[in-house]
């Protein structure tokens, strides 16, 4: 992390107004702090599980921080003398040093009136907010206008995991569970590959789709109308015809060792392969989660060009008193700015918009306005679906891949990463 163009307006006391997204609050310290320094998280009762979230992360990061300290506005998040007299309690407690503060977060009373509570009490105060649609820190000037530092991606790398940890209360074994459940490596690529080049063309993925429904599901699937796979033993037994296949993915199941010497797709010899540890993990890929694999491999392009930071599929956080948690399909960070790709072989509109708009929420909740979006889906109107939704969410910064980008995806996501930088240095 390379921080020399902040070092001019670096402090040594930063005040930092929690707000419902603490992202900012941690990207703000890290880059306005100065080593020996305090942070000051000014919460209300309402933040107070973000702060405390944030200061736990704060102290266990190695960035030299001299303490992280939690002053408490209660219930006072609007009260104008509350916010002014608590501020200035904490500014007559510092003997020396220069400070700041950040109001990014927090509400807009008490931006306000920290603002006049730390320019009463210190006129060498740096004040300081964070742009998030032109990834800048912007520092406040005596006349008025201001420094903008573009904060690059290379200047504060953000795991992914760090950006759960920041939303999540995440216990030693939940955050174990998690890391140990984000996959980095696609499996089975070449097989996925196959299956993108089919689905990009809509006269084979019919014929795909054939086979499927009436060969495949018909013989894996139970019959009791709840749409279970059938048990492993039965799965194990299940030898399927290929005579109507696609004669592609035939190929690719030989290469891959699938079919038995009779010429048929073996689930026995799926699971000698060890690619799977459950032959209904298979009937799953085939399902449609190939789809995230082949994303996730278009990812590991970018992420080898040094595109991105970090990337994974599969983030299932585990929450207390949730079924299933939080969860991503494949997402990235290219430095803090939190990217969210949501998957299906839907091509139906009404299934592929409710996907990106549970997608979107998620990103929005945990990478704030700095978040981007995209559906990757087997729409072939694309570009309208895109225009629709955006015109629902009354946001254009979202992007959808259909049918025609999928052969192409990691230069098509190359591209939207670009057109972001682009947008970003307007």
Known sequence: ??????????????????????????????????????????????????????????????????????????????????????????????KAGKIGLNYTGGTKAMAVHSYRAAFANRSDAIFSYLDPRRLEMCIDREDGERDRIKIKPSTLPVQLVKIFQLHFQLDESNLKKLKANIKKEPQLAGLANVFANIFADKLKVDKWFSWYYDVFRKQTRKSNGKDDWKSEEALKDILISLE????????????????????????????????????????????????????????????ECGYINDYGMTFNVPLPGTKQGFEFDVAFTRGYQLFALSCTTESKRGMCKQKLFEAYLRARQMGGDEARVALICCSNEPDTLKAEIADSINDNKIQVFGREHLTNLSQEIADWIAQNDREASK
């Open 1 to 94: 992390m390379s921080t020399s163009e902040f070092d001019g307006y670096k402090v040594d006391h930063l005040f930092l107004l929690i707000g419902e997204n603490p992202l900012p609050n941690y990207v703000a310290a890290n880059l306005l702090l100065n080593k020996g320094g305090t942070a000051y998280l000014v919460h209300t009762t309402g933040t107070n599980e973000s702060a405390t979230r944030l200061q736990k992360i704060l102290k266990s990061e190695l960035n030299g921080f001299k303490d992280v300290v939690l002053p408490s506005l209660g219930d006072y998040e609007s009260d104008a003398f509350h916010i002014q007299k608590k501020i200035s309690e904490e500014l007559e407690k510092i």
């Open 244 to 303: 109507s296949l696609p004669g592609e993915i035939a190929l690719a199941f030989k290469q891959e060792n699938f079919i038995n010497p009779d010429n048929k797709l073996s689930l026995k010899e799926v699971k000698k392969t060890e690619n799977f540890i459950k032959n209904k993990h298979f009937c799953e890929w085939l399902n449609g989660l190939w789809l995230e694999h082949y994303v996730l491999r278009q990812i590991q392009y970018l992420a």
